[in-house]
T-cell receptor
Framework: RKEVEQDPGPFNVPEGATVAFNCTYSNSASQSFFWYRQDCRKEPKLLMSVYSSGNEDGRFTAQLNRASQYISLLIRDSKLSDSATYLCATGGGADGLTFGKGTHLIIQP | DGGITQSPKYLFRKEGQNVTLSCEQNLNHDAMYWYRQDPGQGLRLIYYSQIVNDFQKGDIAEGYSVSREKKESFPLTVTSAQKNPTAFYLC?????????????FGEGSRLTVL
């Protein structure tokens, strides 16, 4: 059975701090890796893809460790607007993506 | 604008009634998916379809049915056989052409059984 595990949090972080999440996956055949952001009672939206070489987009950095089967997300200089639930997802087959339960992040002023 | 449209956004149903959730996309995507999300839970796959007139069961297909008569449309019926239907239902699509695996989501349909 394919599983994706995340620390549910909540992570309470002061504004301006750096925060990191990890996510582990069980399916070694996974080819695609993503971080999605989900706001309360809204649909998930793609935050960034995760590549073997790592991926950086502004304040966000995602990394993949295939040997240990985990992916990470680093948020620098956190903003109040970063408060959300962050979902890790893996896949690559015809049956779409397998999602973790999400990590709840609260940025405090 | 291209996207995925789900309707209705909110739906109330009495026990024992079937209800159909609509999902339409104009992204020209071949693959479409239905997920269910319960509070504090991740997304669980109900059904998926890679091409028209073909679909496959996901992890929690019992009590649900789908059809894929058109590329753009993938409606989900929640039947009376589904024991705990109250949930947030998300439709998604992806492009087999680009094959990046990324899913695009509709805004969701929130079903409450009274």
């Amino acid at each position: 059975r394919k599983e994706v595990e995340q620390d549910p949090g909540p992570f309470n972080v002061p504004e301006g701090a750096t925060v990191a999440f990890n996510c582990t996956y069980s399916n070694s055949a996974s080819q695609s890796f993503f971080w999605y952001r989900q706001d309360c009672r809204k649909e998930p939206k793609l935050l960034m893809s995760v590549y073997s070489s790592g991926n950086e987009d502004g304040r966000f950095t995602a990394q993949l460790n295939r040997a240990s089967q985990y992916i990470s997300l680093l948020i620098r200089d956190s903003k109040l607007s970063d408060s959300a639930t962050y979902l890790c997802a893996t896949g690559g087959g015809a049956d779409g993506l397998t999602f973790g339960k999400g990590t709840h992040l609260i940025i405090q002023p | 604008d291209g996207g995925i449209t789900q309707s209705p956004k909110y739906l109330f149903r009495k026990e024992g009634q079937n209800v159909t959730l609509s999902c339409e996309q104009n992204l020209n995507h071949d693959a479409m998916y239905w997920y269910r999300q319960d509070p504090g839970q991740g997304l669980r796959l109900i059904y998926y379809s890679q091409i028209v007139n073909d679909f496959q069961k996901g992890d929690i297909a019992e009590g649900y049915s789908v059809s894929r008569e058109k590329k753009e449309s993938f409606p989900l019926t929640v039947t009376s056989a589904q024991k705990n239907p109250t949930a947030f239902y998300l439709c998604a699509s992806s492009s087999r052409t680009t094959n990046t695996g990324e899913l695009f989501f509709g805004e969701g349909s929130r079903l409450t059984v009274l």
